[in-house]
């Protein structure tokens, strides 16, 4: 039987600022990318979606990404490697802490949005990340871009890697992610993203912006939290995926 993981990037809410819903969506989901403080999230948020996810038996992740609140850790910052390697250490630190703290524990990291994207690309970078993830813990898991150099980086390193794919964004025909300053970078329609993420699973294969049809490969599927058709996405990707009888389940760890 085929089998995915469906993640879900969740603790994004900080202070008084609430973000996404993540109580419903992690009925719907197997790993929860929690963020660490930085780009989003706070210790309070941090601890509260780590009991939330341990409660519904969800797979816990740490979501590192630039110190940018501002930003949502969506803008690019031009970082040293050793700058890179501390603040992705740091943040799987914190939230690692809390997990024990909740006698649970941290089974992947997922770095988030611009961190995500330039480790996706650069070599260097992704280095960077992949050390920082084996320097805590030699077991975690490393999500990254299907195909991209954090994928390789993570098993140059001896890391195991998932490779990763988006329900609700475009691909450019390299395989990289369609930049969020275009119009079509995000998917707003249910029904066609259920129906690429089918094929991504069961062919290995998604359609490009440009139309181009590349080869890919999905371990575990992203549902962004913060967007607003996030646990429209979660619900109806679960019930596509049962009803084409595919599994969904964490593909690593345990609970």
């Known amino acids: 039987m085929l089998s995915v993981d469906l993640n879900c990037d969740l603790g994004e809410s900080y202070g008084f600022y609430k973000i996404g819903n993540d109580q419903e969506v992690l ?8 963020a660490c403080g930085y780009h989003a999230g706070d210790h309070n948020v941090m601890m509260e979606t780590v009991k ?12 590192p990404g630039f110190p940018d609140l501002h930003g949502f850790g969506r803008r690019e910052m031009r970082l040293s490697v050793s700058e890179v390697y501390n603040l992705t250490l740091y943040q799987i630190g914190a939230l690692a802490a809390v997990a024990k703290a909740c006698r649970t524990k941290v089974i992947h990291v997922k770095p988030h949005g611009a961190l ?5 690309k650069d ?13 805590v813990d030699s077991k975690l898991i490393l999500f990254g871009l299907a195909g ?7 098993e140059e390193r ?6 990763e794919v988006f329900a609700d964004r475009n691909y450019q025909a390299d395989g990289t992610l369609t930049p969020r300053s275009e119009e079509n970078a995000m998917i707003h329609d249910t029904n066609f993203a259920i129906a690429r993420v089918l ?11 440009d139309g181009t049809d590349i080869a890919i490969k999905a371990d575990t599927i992203c549902v962004h939290g913060d967007g607003p058709n996030a646990l429209e996405f979660a619900r109806k990707l679960k019930e596509a995926f049962t009803a084409e009888g595919i599994e969904i389940r964490p593909g690593w760890g345990c609970k």
Do not use: F, P
């Not at 009925?27 to 929690?34: E, M, Q, R």
């Not at 995500?116 to 996706?120: K, L, Q, S, T």
């Open 123 to 135: 070599k260097t970078m992704a280095d960077a990340v992949a050390k920082a993830v084996a320097d």
């Open 52 to 63: 939330m996810a341990k409660a519904h038996g969800v797979n816990i992740g740490a979501h």
């Open 27 to 34: 009925k719907h989901i197997t790993s929860a990318n929690i």
């Open 116 to 120: 995500y994207n330039m480790a996706a």
């Open 148 to 154: 991209s150099w954090l994928v390789k980086a993570g």
């Open 158 to 163: 001896g890391l195991q890697v998932a490779n």
């Open 199 to 209: 094929r991504m699973v069961r062919e290995g294969r998604v359609e490009a912006a």
